[in-house]
């Protein structure tokens, strides 16, 4: 057994003081699902028309005819609305919103898309390099320092009057929530202990799904984009205010051990042994006590040890389960909006696919809890990666052949499967890097599922075209993706591993296990000397 594994089992393992502070863990969770659902709120477009031609209400963006006195544009008599936009009602909920405040429509229509881009380049951002100060400077002062980037950001996206301002601020506020949801996420997963920690991994994802879906209740409470981000800033704000306390949130001690911190991580873990009724000071002759393994850890590593994502260059193993794991994520974030596609290929109201994705999201996640401890992490990603897969191409090939049930039943399996797969390789990510660099490990995937979920907005600014590509790459990786996720260890009811060397341990298993072969032979063999003689 690892010292540092010995030396968490002492504290009282998962006792009152672990399990409670895993469990408040979820309820941040709300603030930081309404920040990152806000997007689509803030870049819905209502029905519009052009002042001078109310009309055209149902045409919003075909070119508008001007009387013969007026000097024309183009052969064909279209000029641009210049006489203001009208819209017809609002979008989400909100009588004001970037779109409508700054007339993001028609020729300047591109400029939506590219927000959302920046946006998730911002969550993107914030996961690579806050997972990597996660590393360095421990979970709590990640966690603590986003969020006061997040409230005061915050407020100055409440109080911008720019566009280019607005980009700025969009970007920074969504690096500094990547970095709270992603210290929060490994912090909670070092509290845990294997038999509990798909269970509290999920519940942080079900609290999560409530701040989405609180969000539409705030904006009709709001009405004004700004209004509404104000209240989000608030919402971080009192994060701020409670679990800013060392009490409520402290530093995580498998982080601390794995460093060669003992000496902070004593405080903390004395705080576990006594709230699980276990005495610091008591040994006994099979095993020594929690102070004299924290005195021999400290005698041995005088000086902090950090390590960088980079000497992943130097593993045999864990690069690999990097990449796969990386793989898998930016193909569930990217092939979503081919899914969505199918479903509402038209404009579709706003409600319609945001309630659905985020029922999704819940299902997945009930999902997850129900299968991945009894199935196991890798064979659960490779049957929702096979889902994914064959969900989308069947939607390329046949499409425009199929009845709309079974489109529809297909959009929403798909949508189920790549939900499963992005929750899942964010687990299966944390469960097999190490301490060491499991910040930064797990911000590279991510990252990639960001980056993944970017594509859709880059192709809305040039049209939809090369939507047919997008599809078609990214159903050819979810087919490739099979044969990877078969690489991949089993994590399933192991310890975490604490260094390179003990994640380069976790080699593949087999993805069936067969059952043992009957003994069939006799008690005694043949050959023995006297054998017949006792058989007889």
């Not at 075909?62 to 006195?69: A, G, I, N, T, V």
């Not at 409530?210 to 989000?232: E, K, M, N, Y």
């Not at 092939?335 to 404009?347: G, K, N, T, Y």
Request: some cysteine; overall charge neutral; proline content about 7%.
């Amino acid at each position: 057994m690892e010292p540092e594994v010995r030396v968490l089992r002492l504290a009282g393992g998962f006792g009152r003081a672990r399990c409670l502070l895993a469990a408040a863990s979820w309820l941040p969770c709300v603030a930081l699902g309404l920040a990152l659902g806000s997007e689509l709120l803030l870049t819905a477009l209502p029905a519009h028309h052009c002042g001078s031609d109310p009309a055209r209400a149902r045409s919003t963006c075909l070119p508008l005819s001007y009387p013969e006195s007026v000097p024309r544009a183009g052969s064909d008599g279209a000029r641009p609305c210049s006489r203001g936009w009208y819209y017809a009602q609002p979008a989400a909920d909100l009588l004001r919103s970037p779109v409508t405040q700054r007339n993001l429509v028609c020729e300047d229509g591109w400029k939506v898309p590219l927000e959302q881009v920046d946006h998730l380049l911002g969550w993107l951002l914030g996961c690579v390099l806050l997972g990597l100060g996660c590393d360095w400077f421990g979970r709590r002062a990640v966690f603590v320092g986003s969020l006061v980037l997040a409230t005061g950001l915050g407020v100055g996206e409440a109080l911008v009057a720019s566009f280019p301002a607005l980009l700025t601020l969009r970007l920074l506020r969504g690096g500094a929530l990547a970095g709270a949801s992603l210290a929060l996420y490994v912090a909670r997963l070092e509290l845990c202990d294997p038999p509990n920690r798909l269970a509290f991994s999920m519940g942080a994802g079900l609290f999560s799904v409530v701040g989405t879906l609180l969000l539409p209740g705030l904006a009709l409470l709001a009405q004004d984009w700004q209004l509404l981000q104000g209240l989000s800033a608030l919402a971080t704000g009192l994060l701020l205010l409670f679990w800013g306390f060392p009490a409520v949130f402290p530093e995580s001690p498998c982080w601390l051990l794995a460093t060669g911190q003992p000496a902070r991580a004593r405080r903390i873990l004395w705080h576990f042994a006594k709230a699980s009724s276990v005495d610091p000071e008591d040994s006994t002759e099979e095993e020594s006590s929690l102070a004299m393994e924290l005195d021999v850890l400290c005698a041995g590593h005088p000086q902090p040890r950090h390590h960088s994502v980079l000497e992943l260059r130097h593993t045999h193993v864990t690069w690999k389960n990097a990449l796969i794991l990386g793989f898998s994520s930016l193909i569930s974030g990217g092939i979503r909006a081919s899914f969505l596609h199918s479903l509402v290929p038209s404009e579709p109201s706003f409600y319609w696919p945001y309630f659905l994705a985020a029922g999704l999201e819940a299902a997945a996640t009930v999902f997850l809890l129900l299968t991945a401890d009894l199935w196991g992490r890798r064979s659960v990603l490779l049957l929702s990666t096979l889902v994914l897969g064959l969900a989308s191409l069947l939607l390329l090939a046949g499409a425009q052949y199929l009845p709309s049930w079974t489109v529809l039943f297909l959009s929403v399996l798909g949508l189920l499967a790549s939900q499963t797969v992005s929750a899942l390789s964010s687990l299966f990510s944390a469960e097999v890097f190490p301490t060491v660099i499991r910040g930064a490990g797990l911000g590279l995937v991510l990252g990639a599922g960001f980056l993944g979920q970017a594509a859709a907005p880059l192709t809305k600014m040039h049209g939809q075209h090369g939507f047919f590509l997008q599809h078609v790459l990214f159903t050819s990786f979810a087919l490739l993706a099979l044969l990877c996720v078969l690489l991949l260890p089993e994590s399933r009811g192991r310890t975490l591993p604490q260094s390179l060397q003990d994640a380069d341990r976790l080699c593949r298993s087999p993805l069936l296990r067969a059952r043992p072969r009957q003994d069939l032979l006799p008690l005694l063999p043949a050959s023995l000397p006297g054998a017949g003689t006792q058989l007889v």
